[in-house]
């Protein structure tokens, strides 16, 4: 399908979203072309590579953190926010045919520069302050849901937050909605995984979040959802580049009772 085909026909989808979408997606307009821009990603200790031709697989969790001279090309989407730009149309099909099964799929949330990544981070450790959690826990348990500034996969335009049009709290409730269901089976198919599940906080370090999903590419996607296990898991089992650092030192505070975050205002359908 060629490019003005492409844009006429998503158009069409975007223009009826708009309409029974909630205001916070109603930033949402007609899709354009990305626009590519080279922007250089945080300046930190370098992560385990497995070379220029698998980007796709590039590892950033709490103890593997962006590479040090790290660079992307951006593609921009209706609504300013961006991503890789080698994942936008993989991610433009996932999401395309996601509406074509009547649903609303709205991207909340992608790339994010180092010092959007540290205000986000400085705001939860404030707020875990606040709800009480000891002093020698507030980090750790800050980190559990919002990245420290350089593990974040956000930084690497490959990762997205994705939430329904009707429901946009960032809560486990998220998972019940259509939009999740459809997309936690057939994300696969487009290159991208759900990179934070419930059952495999141990390894990630993460909380479970079931709307924040990462390209890994369609092949990688494929046994991942096929053998059920998590990106640490499939890069141990591909190489030794991926050594997991115990996950205990991320996961040891308890949970704190109204994490659930809002997604932003002027979230988009891409």
Request: with cysteine; net charge negative.
């Given at each position: 399908?060629?490019?003005?085909?492409?844009?006429?026909?998503?158009?069409?989808?975007?223009?009826?979203?708009?309409l029974?979408?909630?205001?916070?997606a109603?930033a949402?307009e007609a899709?354009?072309?990305?626009?590519?821009?080279?922007?250089?990603?945080?300046?930190l200790?370098?992560a385990?590579?497995?070379?220029?031709?698998?980007?796709?697989?590039?590892?950033?969790?709490?103890?593997?953190t962006?590479?040090?001279?790290y660079e992307?090309?951006?593609?921009?989407?209706?609504n300013?926010l961006?991503?890789?730009?080698?994942?936008?149309d993989?991610?433009?099909d996932m999401l395309?045919d996601?509406?074509?099964a009547d649903?609303?799929?709205?991207?909340?949330s992608?790339?994010?520069?180092?010092?959007?990544?540290t205000?986000?981070?400085?705001?939860?450790?404030?707020?875990?302050?606040?709800?009480?959690?000891?002093?020698?826990r507030?980090?750790?348990?800050?980190?559990?849901?919002?990245?420290?500034?350089?593990?974040?996969?956000?930084?690497?335009?490959?990762a997205l937050?994705?939430?329904?049009?009707?429901?946009?709290?960032?809560d486990?409730?998220q998972?019940d909605?259509?939009?999740?269901?459809?997309l936690?089976?057939n994300?696969?198919?487009?290159?991208?995984?759900?990179?934070?599940?419930?059952?495999?906080?141990?390894?990630?370090?993460?909380?479970?979040?079931?709307w924040?999903?990462?390209?890994?590419?369609?092949?990688?996607?494929?046994d991942?959802?096929?053998t059920?296990?998590?990106?640490e898991e499939?890069l141990?089992?591909?190489?030794?580049?991926?050594?997991l650092?115990?996950?205990?030192?991320?996961w040891q505070?308890a949970?704190?009772?109204?994490?659930?975050?809002t997604?932003?205002?002027?979230?988009a359908?891409i």
């Amino acid at each position: 399908m060629n490019i003005r085909k492409k844009i006429l026909t998503r158009c069409g989808a975007l223009l009826t979203a708009v309409l029974v979408l909630a205001p916070t997606a109603l930033a949402a307009e007609a899709e354009i072309p990305y626009i590519p821009q080279t922007v250089p990603a945080a300046q930190l200790a370098p992560a385990d590579q497995r070379g220029q031709e698998d980007w796709q697989l590039l590892l950033v969790n709490p103890w593997h953190t962006v590479p040090e001279g790290y660079e992307i090309k951006l593609a921009t989407l209706s609504n300013g926010l961006q991503v890789d730009e080698r994942i936008y149309d993989d991610l433009d099909d996932m999401l395309s045919d996601c509406r074509e099964a009547d649903l609303n799929p709205i991207v909340c949330s992608a790339y994010r520069t180092e010092a959007t990544q540290t205000r986000l981070y400085r705001n939860k450790v404030a707020r875990v302050r606040a709800s009480g959690v000891p002093e020698d826990r507030v980090e750790a348990e800050a980190a559990r849901w919002v990245a420290k500034p350089g593990t974040s996969e956000h930084q690497t335009g490959l990762a997205l937050d994705i939430v329904a049009a009707g429901y946009q709290i960032l809560d486990e409730e998220q998972e019940d909605t259509a939009e999740q269901k459809w997309l936690m089976e057939n994300s696969w198919k487009y290159g991208f995984i759900l990179r934070y599940p419930s059952e495999k906080s141990d390894i990630t370090g993460i909380g479970y979040e079931p709307w924040h999903y990462r390209y890994v590419g369609k092949a990688a996607a494929a046994d991942i959802y096929r053998t059920g296990v998590c990106l640490e898991e499939y890069l141990s089992q591909e190489g030794p580049e991926a050594e997991l650092a115990p996950a205990q030192t991320i996961w040891q505070a308890a949970p704190v009772s109204g994490s659930m975050e809002t997604a932003p205002q002027g979230a988009a359908a891409i």
